[in-house]
C-alpha cells in the first residue's frame, strides 16, 4: 500500500465525512424556554385576529401526548387541524379542556391568554421547571424520566379509559454511515406518551420489514422521527439518545 494511495483514501473519507456534515445540517435551536412553543394560526389572520400561542411543556407534565394527538384529534402537523372558536365552545380540541372547569373557559376576559401572536408568553412561568432531571437539548428537560421518577403524573386519557397496546421490543436502526452506531428505538418509551396510532401507520410502515428510506436526511425534512424531534420532543442534536454507543 503506498503513501500515496493512503493519503488518497484519507482525502476520500474526509470528503465523504464533510458532505454527510453538511448534508446532517441540524437547524439552529431557540432558546429552551422556547422550545415546544407554537403559534396557531390556521385562520387567525384571516379573520383579523392575533394567532394563538400554546406551550407543551405547560400541558405535557398534565396530560401524555395521546390525550390531545389521539383522543381530542389535533394533528401533528401545525396548522392542519381545523380548530374554529365554535368548536372550541362545544367542547372540541382546546375547549374539552378549556371550559372554566378543567381550565379557565372560552370567553372575553381569557382571549389574550391564547389570542396574543406573541411566542413568548408565559415563559416567565419556566422557572417551575428548575428542578426537573435535565438534558443538554431542546428544552433541557428530561420527560422521560421525570415521568419514570413520579415528578409528573401525566393522564394518558380525558373522557375515556385508556387501556394501552402493549410492546416492549426494542429495534435496532443499522446505520450504513461506518462512523456512526446504530440507533435504538425503544418501544415501550414511546407507549408511555403516545398511541401506537400516532405512528402507524401514516408516519412508519408497518406493512413491510422496514421503512423505506429511513435516513437522517428525511428527519432532517420533518418525516419519520423528525415528526416530533426538533419540535416538541428532544431534538436530534442529542446524538446519543438515540444513538448511545456514539462517542
Not at 436502526?173 to 400516532?198: G, K, Y
Not at 401507520?201 to 436526511?217: C, D, G, L, R
Amino acid at each position: 500500500m503506498t503513501a500515496d494511495f493512503i493519503l488518497r483514501s484519507a482525502l476520500l473519507g474526509l470528503l465523504v465525512s464533510t458532505q454527510a456534515l453538511a448534508q446532517w445540517q441540524l437547524p439552529p435551536l431557540p432558546e429552551p424556554e422556547l422550545y415546544g412553543n407554537i403559534l396557531i394560526n390556521r385562520t387567525s389572520t384571516k379573520n383579523g385576529v392575533l394567532p394563538a400561542t400554546f406551550s407543551h411543556w405547560s400541558h405535557r407534565s398534565k396530560y401524555t401526548c395521546r390525550v390531545c394527538h389521539l383522543e381530542l384529534e389535533f394533528n401533528m402537523a401545525l396548522n392542519s387541524t381545523p380548530i374554529t372558536e365554535n368548536k372550541n365552545k362545544k367542547g372540541q380540541y382546546c375547549g374539552a379542556c378549556h371550559n372554566d372547569k378543567i381550565a379557565f373557559g372560552h370567553n372575553s376576559k381569557h382571549c389574550g391568554k391564547c389570542h396574543n401572536g406573541n411566542i413568548r408568553y408565559g415563559i416567565e412561568n419556566a422557572d417551575k421547571l428548575a428542578d426537573f432531571p435535565e438534558t443538554p437539548f431542546g428544552n433541557r428537560i428530561d420527560w422521560v424520566k421525570a415521568m419514570n421518577t413520579g415528578l409528573i403524573k401525566p393522564a394518558n386519557y380525558l373522557n375515556e379509559q385508556y387501556e394501552a397496546v402493549t410492546f416492549k421490543k426494542n429495534l435496532i436502526l443499522e446505520s450504513e454511515w461506518s462512523m456512526t452506531p446504530d440507533a435504538i428505538f425503544p418501544h415501550d418509551v414511546h407507549e408511555s406518551w403516545l398511541d401506537c396510532s400516532n405512528c402507524h401507520p401514516e408516519i412508519f410502515n408497518i406493512k413491510k420489514k422496514t421503512t423505506k428510506h429511513f435516513a437522517m436526511s428525511y428527519i432532517l425534512d420533518n418525516k419519520f422521527c423528525g415528526v416530533c424531534h426538533g419540535k416538541v420532543a428532544f431534538p436530534i442534536d442529542d446524538c446519543k439518545r438515540c444513538h448511545p454507543k456514539k462517542k
